[in-house]
C-alpha cells in the first residue's frame, strides 16, 4: 500500500529522514560493496582548503556537480574511488590563524613562536575539516567520509620533495633574482598564477603625476613623465622613449610624444631615438642611493602611445618589466624597500615609511623643488593579495622557479588530449600554457610545504627527495622532527654531498598548489613498493584519516582520472598545477576529461560578499531550500555561464517540481483508493495497452536515452531539461487525457503511469539524491530498498514513430491553446470547429483527442483559407544575400506576389527564400483565431451560437461545484446531493452533471452541495 502525500514536500525534513535510512541500511557501503567487481571509473577529487567553519554554498556547487556524476556512475555499475581531500597549508590558514591571534606581521608570528603557530594552524584543519565534512554530508555527498587525504601529511610532502628532485636532477629548478609582485603585509611574492585568482584586480584610485625631470645637458629642458606609484620614484634610473615615436618640445622646455597631446605647439620635434643617451637630474638625487645614479633616456619599444606623455619612468627594484630592461641596458637596480613594505634607513627622511605614507611625503616633496607639473587621482584595476587583501607592490626578491621551455611543449600536446567541458576552458588552458612564466614555487612563510633545498657554501645545491634520505644525512636534530614542517626541520642541518660540510636548509615554503598538484601521485601510491594499510596518515595528518597509502600496481590502475571537475579559475591553479606535475612526472596528462563551470554571484548577479550582506551559508540554505532544490539550482546551470544562486531561484524551482509531485500524488491518491499493487517483477506494463499507454512507455525509454546522453556529456542541465519535458508530458498530456480512468480501476493506466514515474525517478536520482528515494520508498515496495541501489534503468531505444506521433498531436494542441488566448474567449467556452494546415498526417487519426484538447467540436486537417500570409524580408539576413535585386524582392512581396513552397520557403521574383530569410505573419480574417509556427498553422473559428454558450456555462458549473466538493473537504471519492439554480442545464445536460461531480442526486435550488 502507498503512503499518503501531502500537497507539497517538506523538503528539508524529509531529506534528514532519507539521511538517517541511509545511515541505518548502510545503502553507500552496499552500492561500493556490490560494483566492487564492476568497470573502474576513476574521479581524483580536488581539495577544499580547509580554514572555513561551514560548507560554503560555492563549495556545495562543485561537491554536487562531483556527486551526481559519481552517483550516476555508480547506478551504472562502476567501481570507483570516493577520497575526499582537504587542502591544508599556505596563506589561507596561516592568515585566519594571524588574524584571530591578533598578529599582523611576520615579526609578530616569530616572537609568537613558530612551534605553537603550526599548532594552531593544525587545529584549524582539524576544525574545518570536520565542519566541511558534517555540511558535505548534509548536502547529500556520498564520499569516503573517514579516509580522506589531508595535503600536510608527510607522505604528501615527500611526494613533492620526490618531484622537486627529480626537477632538479633535469636541471630545470633555479633561483631568480627579480622584481616580482609582493604582499608587503603577507611579506612574500606572489606567483602568476595567484594574481589569476578570482578578486585580486580591484579598482583603485592612485595618485596619478606628471613629474618633470631636468636635462643636464640642455640648459632649461626637461623630459616630463607620468606615473601612479609615487613610491617607486626614489628608485627611477632611467626613462624610456618609443625610439620610433616622434616627441616634441614645448615653449617651457618640457619634451613630451607629440602624439599624446595633439592640441599643443611644439618648437622642436625629434624622433624617439634622438633622445636616446640624454642625462637628466633624478628626482630624488638628493637621497643617497639614487645620488650614486647616472640617469639617461634609454629606448624601448613597448611604450605606448595611449596615455601618460610617451615617456616612461623605470625604477628597476619596483616594476617586472623595468627589471628586464635593467639586464638589456645595464642600468643600476635600487630596492627602496623591506619585507614589509617599509623604506630603508638609506631613504633618509622617507626610512621606515610605507609605499603610501610615502606618496604624500614624495608628492610634497616634488612641488617644493618645482618638479611636479600635475597631480591628480587615477582609478584602475590593481592587484590586490588574494589572501590579505592588502595592495601588492613590485619588489626585488631571490625566489625559486621551475623553468617551464623545456617541458611546454609536451605540456601543449598534452593538453590538446584532454576533453574539456565546455570546450573554449581547453582554449583557456591551452593560452596559459603558451603564454605562462616559469613557475615561482617559494614563498617566504611559515605553515608550508618546507622545500627541501639545502645551498652549500660550496656552490652546490642539495636537493632531499625523501625523509629516509633527509635521516641518513642530516647531521644533527633528525630525532626531533615531529613533522616534516617549520620550524622542527629548519634544526636539522644536512652534509653536503659535494664537501661534506653541514648545510642549512633554505627559509621558503612551498607554493600550496604543489601541495594540491600532487594529489594524484601521493594518495595513489605511485612507485610506492608496498601497500601501507593506514599509511597516508603521516606528519600533521596521523590520527586525522585511516587512509591507506596504496602500491605501484593501484596506481597503474587508477591513473589517469577519468574525470575531474572545478571552476574555471582551477584552470591556472589545480587543474595546471597536477597538470604540470604530472607531464613533468610521467609524461601525459592526470586525467581525461574536466568539467570546469564558470562563478558563482547572487541571483542579482553581483558578486557574493560577506561585507554585502548577501552571502548564504549553507546552513541556512539547507534549512530554507533544502539540499535537493540547492542541487537542482546547481544541476540547471549551464556551465558556461555564471550561476546567479539565492531563495528566489530556489522558490522558483520548488515550484516547479511540485509538477512532479503532484504527478507521484495523483497515482497515489488514486492508486491507494483502488488498491493498486504493483510488484517489480512486473516493472514494464504489458496486457492491454492503449496507444496512450504505448506512448508513455516509449516516451518513458525516451527520457532515460536523453539523460543518458547528457550525463555521459556531463551536462546536467540537458538532464534537467529533459526530466522537465518528460514532466510535463506525463502531467499535462498522459494525466490529462487518462485522468477518466484513474477514477475506476483500469490497471493498464495504473501500471503504465507508475512504470514512468518509477524509471523517472532513478533517472533524476543522482541529481535529487533525497526527493528521489524519499519516493522511490513509497512507490516501489518489493523491489531495490532504495533508488541508489537500483541501477540505471537500461530500457533500449524508443520507438520513434510512436513519439513522432504524440509529439505533432502536442504541437497542434499548444498553437490552438496559442490561438484560443489570442482570441481571448475563455477556456471553457467550446467552439464549433478548428482548421489544421501543415501537421503531419500521422496526427490525422487524432482528431478526437486535438477537438476534446481544445474544446471544438470539429478539427479539420487542410487548407487554412482564414487567414492572410503577410511576408516580409528578414533585412539583415536577405540583404547581404541579395544585394540590389532586394528591393524588388520586398516590393513583391508586399503585394503578395509570392508562392509558398513547402519546408516554409516562398518564391519570389525568381529567387528561393529560406525559412530564416523572411519573417512570416498569418492573420486571422474575421471571426477567426490564428496561430502559426514552422510550417504549422492552426485557426480556430470563434463564433458563437445559443448552443455553444450553454455548454460554457455548464463546464463553468462543473467547475464551480468541483470547487465547492474540493473546499468542502470532501475526499475524491465521496458521492454527494446537488442542487443548481440552472433549471436548461439541469434538463438537458442533467446525467453528465451527476458524473462528473459524483452526485447522486440532483435538484433545482440554490447552488448547494451535501456529502449522500
Ligand atoms: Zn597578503
Ligand atoms: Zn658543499
Not at 606535475?581 to 568539467?595: E, H, I, N, T
Not at 493498464?748 to 533524476?764: D, G, K, M, N
Not at 440552472?982 to 446525467?991: P, T
Request: glycine letters at 8%.
Amino acid at each position: 500500500m502507498f503512503t499518503p502525500l501531502p500537497d507539497k514536500p517538506d523538503h528539508p525534513a524529509l531529506e534528514l529522514e532519507i539521511l538517517e535510512l541511509w545511515e541505518r541500511e548502510g545503502t553507500f557501503e552496499e552500492l561500493r560493496e556490490r560494483n566492487r567487481s564492476g568497470p573502474k571509473w576513476s574521479f581524483v577529487d580536488g581539495p577544499v582548503t580547509a580554514n572555513r567553519m561551514s560548507l560554503g554554498v560555492h563549495t556545495a556547487w562543485g561537491r554536487t556537480l562531483k556527486d551526481v556524476f559519481q552517483r550516476y556512475k555508480a547506478l551504472r555499475g562502476f567501481d570507483q574511488r570516493y577520497q575526499n581531500g582537504f587542502d591544508c597549508q599556505g596563506l589561507w590558514i596561516e592568515v585566519g590563524v594571524e588574524r584571530s591571534l591578533g598578529l599582523n606581521s611576520k615579526r609578530e608570528i616569530e616572537e609568537f613562536g613558530l612551534e605553537e603557530f603550526a599548532r594552531r594552524c593544525r587545529d584549524v584543519v582539524v576544525q574545518s575539516s570536520e565542519a566541511l565534512t558534517r555540511g558535505s554530508k548534509r548536502l547529500g555527498q556520498w564520499m569516503d567520509w573517514g579516509n580522506d587525504y589531508f595535503t600536510f601529511s608527510d607522505t604528501n610532502i615527500e611526494y613533492i620533495w620526490k618531484f622537486l628532485s627529480i626537477v632538479h636532477d633535469r636541471g630545470w629548478l633555479y633561483m631568480g633574482h627579480r622584481s616580482t609582485e609582493w604582499c608587503p603585509r603577507c611579506g612574500t611574492s606572489l606567483s602568476q598564477h595567484e594574481l589569476t585568482q578570482g578578486g585580486v584586480y580591484q579598482d583603485r584610485a592612485d595618485p596619478s603625476l606628471f613629474v618633470r625631470f631636468p636635462l643636464l645637458d640642455r640648459e632649461g629642458e626637461s623630459i616630463v613623465i607620468w606615473t601612479t606609484t609615487p613610491w617607486t620614484l626614489p628608485a627611477n634610473v632611467a626613462a624610456a622613449v618609443h625610439p620610433d615615436e616622434e616627441y616634441g618640445r614645448r615653449e617651457n622646455g618640457e619634451w613630451v610624444a607629440v602624439k599624446l597631446f595633439p592640441d599643443d605647439s611644439f618648437v622642436e620635434t625629434l624622433k624617439g631615438s634622438e633622445l636616446v643617451g640624454w642625462r637628466y637630474r633624478g628626482p630624488f638625487d638628493d637621497l643617497p642611493p639614487a645620488s650614486q645614479v647616472e640617469h639617461r633616456v634609454i629606448p624601448w619599444e613597448d611604450v605606448t602611445m595611449d596615455q601618460g606623455t610617451g615617456i616612461v619612468h623605470i625604477a628597476p627594484g619596483c616594476g617586472g618589466e623595468d627589471f628586464e630592461l635593467s639586464r638589456v641596458h645595464d642600468l643600476a637596480v635600487l630596492t627602496p624597500v623591506d619585507e614589509s613594505g617599509r623604506f630603508y634607513d638609506d631613504y633618509g627622511w622617507l626610512h621606515g615609511l610605507s609605499t603610501t605614507e610615502a606618496a604624500d611625503q614624495i608628492i610634497g616633496r616634488l612641488g617644493e623643488t618645482g618638479n611636479l607639473v600635475e597631480a591628480g587621482l587615477y582609478t584602475h584595476a590593481y592587484p590586490h593579495c588574494w589572501r590579505c587583501d592588502t595592495p601588492l607592490i613590485f619588489r626585488l626578491s631571490d625566489d625559486w622557479f621551475i623553468s617551464v621551455e623545456e617541458i611546454r611543449a609536451t605540456l601543449l600536446e598534452e593538453n590538446a588530449k584532454v576533453h574539456w567541458v565546455p570546450e573554449y576552458m581547453g582554449k583557456r588552458m591551452d593560452d596559459w600554457l603558451r603564454n605562462m612564466g616559469d613557475w615561482n614555487i617559494s614563498r617566504r612563510r611559515y605553515y608550508g610545504l618546507p622545500l627541501p633545498f639545502y645551498p652549500c657554501a660550496c656552490g652546490h645545491l642539495n636537493v632531499i627527495s625523501s625523509k629516509a634520505e633527509l635521516a641518513e644525512r642530516a647531521v644533527e636534530g633528525f630525532e626531533q622532527l615531529q613533522e616534516l614542517r617549520r620550524p622542527w626541520i629548519d634544526r636539522v642541518p644536512i652534509r653536503c654531498a659535494e664537501c661534506g660540510e653541514p648545510v642549512d636548509r633554505i627559509l621558503e615554503v612551498g607554493d600550496v598548489w604543489l601541495d594540491a598538484g600532487i594529489v594524484p601521485f601521493a594518495t595513489l601510491g605511485w612507485q610506492n613498493p608496498e601497500w601501507i594499510a593506514e599509511g597516508y596518515a603521516t606528519g600533521a595528518a596521523k590520527g586525522l584519516t585511516k587512509a591507506d597509502l596504496p602500491d605501484h600496481a593501484y596506481w597503474e590502475e587508477w591513473f589517469p582520472a577519468d574525470w575531474v571537475s572545478e571552476m574555471r579559475e582551477q584552470i591556472r591553479l589545480w587543474f595546471y598545477s597536477q597538470f604540470f606535475m604530472s607531464v613533468a612526472l610521467v609524461g601525459r596528462s592526470p586525467y581525461k576529461r574536466v568539467l570546469a563551470y564558470e562563478k558563482m554571484l547572487d541571483e542579482q548577479g553581483r558578486e557574493m560578499h560577506a561585507s554585502w550582506g548577501n552571502t548564504i551559508p549553507a546552513e541556512e540554505a539547507f534549512a530554507q531550500m533544502g539540499a535537493d532544490v540547492m542541487r537542482w539550482q546547481y544541476c540547471a546551470q549551464p556551465p558556461d555561464r555564471n550561476l546567479l544562486f539565492g531563495f528566489g531561484p530556489a522558490h522558483e524551482i520548488k515550484r516547479r517540481l511540485l509538477t512532479f509531485w503532484h504527478s507521484v500524488k495523483f497515482l497515489v491518491d488514486y492508486g491507494t483508493i483502488e488498491g493498486f499493487a504493483p510488484t517489480w517483477a512486473e516493472l514494464e506494463p504489458a496486457g492491454d495497452l492503449r496507444p496512450l499507454d504505448r506512448w508513455l512507455v516509449e516516451r518513458t525509454k525516451q527520457l532515460a536515452a536523453d539523460a543518458e546522453e547528457a550525463y555521459e556529456a556531463t551536462l546536467t542541465v540537458d538532464v534537467i531539461r529533459a526530466f522537465e519535458a518528460f514532466v510535463d508530458d506525463v502531467s499535462n498530456w498522459y494525466i490529462r487525457r487518462s485522468r477518466r480512468r484513474f477514477y475506476s480501476f483500469d490497471e493498464p493506466a495504473f501500471r503504465t503511469l507508475w512504470y514512468a514515474l518509477v524509471q523517472s525517478l532513478r533517472v533524476i536520482a543522482p541529481i535529487m539524491p533525497f526527493l528521489a528515494d524519499h519516493l522511490w520508498r513509497n512507490l516501489v515496495q518489493d523491489g531495490p530498498a532504495s533508488v541508489h541501489l537500483a541501477g540505471w534503468p537500461d530500457a533500449g531505444a524508443p520507438d520513434a514513430a510512436i513519439l513522432e506521433e504524440i509529439a505533432e498531436v502536442r504541437r497542434v494542441v499548444e498553437l490552438g491553446r496559442q490561438a484560443r488566448s489570442a482570441s481571448q474567449l475563455k477556456h471553457r467556452q467550446p467552439l464549433r470547429r478548428l482548421v489544421v494546415a501543415g501537421a503531419s498526417p500521422v496526427a490525422f487519426p487524432h482528431a478526437g483527442e486535438i477537438a476534446e484538447e481544445l474544446r471544438v467540436k470539429e478539427v479539420e486537417f487542410g487548407d487554412v483559407a482564414a487567414s492572410e500570409l503577410r511576408v516580409k524580408p528578414n533585412l539583415p539576413v536577405l540583404g547581404p544575400k541579395l544585394g540590389a535585386a532586394l528591393r524588388d524582392v520586398r516590393e513583391q512581396l508586399a503585394r503578395g506576389a509570392f508562392e509558398e513552397l513547402d519546408g516554409g520557403r516562398f518564391q519570389v521574383d525568381g529567387h528561393v527564400l529560406e525559412p530564416d530569410e523572411v519573417l512570416v505573419e498569418r492573420v486571422g480574417l474575421d471571426g477567426w483565431a490564428v496561430a502559426s509556427d514552422a510550417g504549422l498553422t492552426v485557426a480556430l473559428d470563434t463564433a458563437l451560437d445559443d448552443e455553444l454558450r450553454l455548454e460554457a456555462r455548464l463546464y463553468d458549473r462543473i467547475h464551480e461545484v468541483n470547487v465547492l466538493r474540493r473546499d468542502s473537504g470532501l475526499e475524491l471519492t465521496d458521492r454527494i446531493r446537488l442542487w443548481l439554480p440552472d433549471a436548461d442545464l439541469i434538463e438537458r445536460y442533467g446525467d453528465r452533471i451527476m458524473q462528473e461531480t459524483l452526485a447522486v442526486e440532483l435538484a433545482e435550488g440554490e447552488l448547494r452541495i451535501e456529502k449522500a
